[in-house]
């Protein structure tokens, strides 16, 4: 991480996500999917389908020119026993959501009870990194080395807001995003963004 830092000349920028919606319909999916669906497999889902969307972001410096990754292979930090580990869930663009949330539990479990294999944290070529549930509302998360950008998600926080008029209660959620400026740019940076924004807040879009 020290390295990503000296090297990697990063911007960062953040934007509000309202998953009112996803966070009511999540719970009902384990009947329907067969599967229990975290927060965390929405986001490695919506991940895979920007960065496929948007694929300088899995790209990387090499020389003079940037490289593009031949796979979406998404590293998800755990916080395990022995300190924090990254799982990877790989061609995450290409799996449905039943199938990432089973390999998401899979790694996780892995990862707490020490069994991860060399085979469950290499290639990662995008990074997500979630406090809510240390009730972090936002933070900015740090590029790892194989990478080039990482999506950094807080607490879910119900929040007053005013919509059409009338003053309600939506659940709001803080996406960061921090990115190698050598490879991608602010306005494509903030494209890619939006797409997850937009794409959790209408998460059936997701299943």
């Known amino acids: 991480m020290i390295e990503s830092k000296r090297t990697k000349p990063c911007f960062y920028i953040e934007s509000k996500a309202d998953v ?8 009902k999916l384990r009947k329907t999917l067969g ?19 948007f694929p300088l972001v899995v790209g990387s410096f090499d020389g003079d020119s940037v490289r593009f990754a031949d796979e979406i292979n998404v590293g998800f930090a ?4 022995q300190g924090l580990m990254v799982p990877v869930v790989k061609h995450a663009e290409s799996k449905t959501m039943p199938e990432i949330a ?39 998360g740090i590029v790892p080395p194989p990478a080039s950008t990482i999506l950094a998600v807080g607490n879910v926080v119900p929040t007053v807001v ?7 209660v939506r659940k709001l959620l803080s996406v960061s995003l921090a990115t ?10 903030a494209r890619f963004l939006d797409f997850i924004k937009r794409h ?8």
């Open 20 to 27: 009112t919606e996803l966070m009511a319909i999540r719970p």
């Open 102 to 140: 089973r390999e998401e539990k899979l790694l996780t479990d892995k990862a707490r009870d020490n069994e991860l294999a060399l085979e469950d944290i290499e290639g990662e070529t995008i990074a997500l990194s979630n406090l809510g549930a240390y009730g972090i509302d936002s933070f900015i």
């Open 35 to 53: 599967v229990r669906i975290t927060t965390n497999a929405f986001y490695i889902r919506v991940l895979g389908l920007a960065a496929q969307r």
């Open 162 to 168: 005013c919509r059409e008029g009338e003053i309600t």
């Open 200 to 207: 959790l807040q209408a998460p059936k879009q997701l299943i």
């Open 180 to 189: 190698d400026r050598r490879i991608i740019s602010e306005a494509y940076a």
């Open 78 to 81: 755990v916080n395990a026993p």
